[in-house]
């Protein structure tokens, strides 16, 4: 198995190079040459497994099982997948809750940091420390191999690729999170980390500042070349490869749960950002997990949604700035892992005579879709590939006072069903799937991608019209947060801020500069 860049080119990669490098040199994303075959009787042969065992049935199907393929023998797979996962605190590491009738959730956020991120980033973490561990191993040195960690943060990407990458040997890690647009909690998460590793730093922007100057970064090919550039967002194909196994992992709790429901008719609903979470499971559907069709559940920063409704991907008009929301990991205008859905539309409606010229002609599009969106702000599909994405996608927009009623809603127990406490995201995702069932009833499985605890305000506000504000914080502290979480606001902190240079650049430029100072004085000499 090798894999190759969104944006085209000869060069094809190990899954040891791809997972190192994260970004193609040309800025495309790498995927898999091919999408393997599952074994036939997957669906009996896997009903019973453990996560851990699932994840690695899944895994070992894109990672070949040798170091000279650039892969990863079985017994050290398999160690590093139970290493990662013996850090959730829930036996099924991503637990499936019935929550009515036809609503079942997918718990993500029983890791370390309470986050989906950490499913991925735990594993990501131990792949990164292996691949150097190895190659240092081979030429007989210590430190030769040393990787620079750069990543972009809306909130739980941070602390959950710190949980996964502090202190780890030959890695440095470096987070950008918008400054004042992270909740209080992610915020000291990532902050209150002390390892020398370890370094925060606040961007004077939004999200999408922070991902582009990571992307810049990764695009200057001296600089990424002297500080040996590693990505942890999820533009890195081990975190999408990762969240496929929990798709997987629900198909099996709900046919146990309920094995009445037809799995066909089962559609997964997604809070929607950076698209990756949603694009593991556009990949599962490809290896051929039944379901009726994902759900993409977007904020106000809505610009999927818009995509769906009109094959047009625009960043908003107007003003141009990513609007603050209750869901802070979603206010993004530009969704990174969407470029390889594109690269899928592309390719799967090619006029080619054969599969090399299809992939070359995909490659080509995307090039052409990317330049455009980069120069206009804007780019389109044709109606045969919206009809394409139709085909295995909804869309969704909530805004934050629907967010806000969703929150209450399922606070208060009604018609038999007990009180659940979501945080806004997954409110997102629950408001989306009564939207999609108001004309016909099926089974969803919506996607929980934080725990309530991490966004106190926007939950507390938003039970309190139930009894008021001091009772609902008074329940808030007693019930909802965790003891890992007690004090977390009060510790000491760590963290540089990252203002506009002092040059004659665009806004942009002078961050991107500030931030290449700051990685050359604090990361590797």
């Not at 709790?253 to 950002?273: A, Y």
């Not at 409606?349 to 879709?369: I, L, M, P």
């Not at 909530?398 to 997954?426: C, F, K, M, Q």
Request: aromatic share 10%; proline share 4%.
């Amino acid at each position: 198995m090798k894999y190759f860049s969104t944006r085209g080119g000869d060069s094809r990669l190990t899954f040891e190079e791809a997972v190192l490098k994260g970004l193609a040199p040309n800025g495309g994303l790498y995927i898999p040459e091919t999408i393997p075959q599952l074994p036939a009787d997957w669906q009996t042969a896997w009903k019973d497994l453990s996560f851990v065992e699932l994840s690695f049935r899944l895994v070992s199907l894109f990672v070949p099982p040798t170091a000279e393929e650039g892969g990863i023998p079985p017994e050290d797979l398999r160690k590093l997948i139970e290493k990662s996962y013996a850090t959730f605190r829930h036996e099924n590491v991503t637990p499936l809750k019935r929550v009515s009738e036809n609503e079942y959730c997918l718990e993500l956020w029983h890791g370390p940091t309470f986050a989906f991120k950490d499913v991925a980033l735990q594993l990501l973490g131990n792949f990164f420390e292996y691949f150097l561990v190895r190659r240092n191993k081979a030429e007989g040195k210590e430190h030769a191999h040393t990787i620079t960690v750069v990543g972009a943060t809306s909130g739980d990407t941070g602390s959950a690729a710190i949980a996964g990458l502090r202190s780890k040997a030959n890695i440095q890690i470096f987070i950008l999170h918008p400054k004042g647009r992270v909740s209080p909690i992610q915020e000291a998460q990532m902050t209150t980390v002390m390892d020398e590793n370890v370094h925060n730093l606040a961007v004077d922007g939004t999200f999408d500042d922070c991902q582009d100057i990571v992307k810049a970064l990764f695009s200057d090919a001296p600089f990424n070349a002297q500080h040996h550039l590693g990505a942890i967002n999820s533009i890195n194909w081990a975190r999408i490869l990762s969240q496929i196994v929990y798709y997987f992992a629900a198909y099996f709790q709900l046919r146990r749960q309920s094995p009445e429901v037809d799995m066909d008719k089962v559609q997964f609903v997604v809070p929607t950002g950076n698209f990756g979470d949603i694009l593991a499971g556009y990949f599962a559907k490809r290896l051929g997990l039944p379901m009726r069709s994902l759900a993409v559940a977007t904020n106000e920063n809505d610009i999927l949604q818009r995509f769906w409704s009109t094959g047009r991907y625009e960043k908003e008009q107007g003003s141009g700035e990513v609007h603050a929301t209750l869901s802070p990991a979603m206010d993004i205008m530009v969704s990174s892992n969407f470029e390889r859905l594109l690269w899928y539309l592309a390719h799967d409606t090619a006029d080619a005579k054969d599969e090399k010229e299809a992939v070359r002609d995909a490659g080509v599009q995307v090039v052409e879709w990317m330049d455009s969106l980069r120069s206009k702000g804007t780019m389109q599909v044709s109606e045969k590939q919206l009809a394409l994405a139709r085909k295995d996608f909804v869309a969704e927009r909530v805004s934050n006072d629907e967010t806000r009623a969703a929150i209450l809603r399922y606070y208060r127990p009604n018609d038999g069903r007990e009180s659940y406490l979501i945080d806004p995201h997954t409110a997102v995702a629950f408001e989306a799937a009564n939207r999609l069932t108001k004309n016909e009833a099926f089974p969803q499985i919506i996607l929980s991608t934080a725990h309530p605890a991490k966004f106190s305000e926007a939950v507390v506000s938003s039970i309190a019209s139930a009894s008021d504000e001091a009772s609902a914080t008074r329940f808030f502290n007693e019930e909802v947060l965790p003891k890992e979480m007690y004090g977390l606001l009060e510790r000491e902190r760590r963290v540089t801020q990252v203002d506009q240079a002092d040059t004659g650049a665009t806004k942009l430029e002078k961050l991107i500069t500030r931030t290449k100072e700051i990685i050359e004085k604090e990361g590797f000499q």
